[in-house]
Nanobody
Framework: QVQLVESGGGLVQPGGSLRLSCAAS????????MGWYRQGPGKQREWLAG???????TYNDSVVGRFTISRDTANNTVYLMMNSLLPADTGLYLC??????????WGQGTQATVSS
């Protein structure tokens, strides 16, 4: 099992940036997939970006060119760097971990609000 703790959210103006962190209680090199999701107000939970244990990254088309997922294996942490933020990016950002044989594990999320 793994525990996930997200941090780094806050209030930013449109066009601003935030870097979110997801700290895992196990080595992320032994987690097959870690991803970032967003639950916006009145919206379904949406997948944004993912990274595999090999370091391969994938993105939802809606965030390509603005968001970057990365990892720090020494600190068991996955990051989401978000640039050029829009009001539509407002929401609760959640981290998920999956490995073969596991159920999905979720953090409790960190809130990002984009508003002028």
């Amino acid at each position: 099992q793994v525990q996930l703790v997200e941090s780094g959210g806050g209030l930013v103006q449109p066009g601003g940036s935030l870097r979110l962190s997801c700290a895992a209680s196990k080595s992320i090199s032994r987690i097959n997939f870690m991803g970032w999701y967003r639950q916006g107000p009145g919206k379904q939970r949406e997948w944004l970006a993912g990274i595999t244990s090999y370091g391969t990254t994938t993105y939802n088309d809606s965030v390509v060119g603005r968001f970057t997922i990365s990892r720090d294996t020494a600190n068991n942490t996955v990051y989401l760097m978000m640039n050029s933020l829009l009001p539509a990016d407002t929401g609760l950002y959640l981290c998920k971990a999956w490995r073969t044989g596991w159920p999905d594990y979720w953090g409790q999320g960190t809130q990002a609000t984009v508003s002028s």
